[in-house]
C-alpha cells in the first residue's frame, strides 16, 4: 500500500453538508478519508487525461481494480 501522512483541511460548506461531515468524521472518520481519497484522485487523472490529451480526441484508458 502507500504510505501516508495526516493532514489538516479547512473547507467552507453548506450548513446542512457541514453538519454531517461532522458526523461522519465522529462515526467513521476512514470513510471520510477514502472520500477525499476518492476526489483528489480523479482531479489528478483528469488533469493528467487534459495535460497529454491536448489536440487529441482518443483516450485509452484501462480499468485496475482497487483494493482497500
Given at each position: 500500500?502507500?504510505?501516508t501522512?495526516s493532514?489538516?483541511?479547512?473547507?467552507?460548506?453548506?450548513?446542512?453538508?457541514?453538519?454531517?461531515?461532522?458526523?461522519?468524521?465522529?462515526?467513521?472518520?476512514?470513510?471520510?478519508?477514502?472520500?477525499?481519497?476518492?476526489?483528489?484522485?480523479r482531479?489528478?487523472?483528469?488533469?493528467?487525461?487534459?495535460?497529454?490529451?491536448?489536440?487529441?480526441?482518443?483516450?485509452?484508458?484501462?480499468?485496475?481494480?482497487?483494493?482497500?
Amino acid at each position: 500500500m502507500w504510505e501516508t501522512r495526516s493532514v489538516q483541511l479547512s473547507v467552507r460548506l453548506p450548513r446542512d453538508i457541514a453538519d454531517q461531515a461532522e458526523e461522519v468524521q465522529a462515526s467513521d472518520p476512514e470513510f471520510l478519508s477514502r472520500v477525499v481519497l476518492y476526489g483528489l484522485t480523479r482531479r489528478s487523472i483528469y488533469n493528467h487525461l487534459r495535460q497529454n490529451g491536448e489536440g487529441s480526441t482518443d483516450v485509452d484508458a484501462e480499468v485496475v481494480p482497487v483494493q482497500p
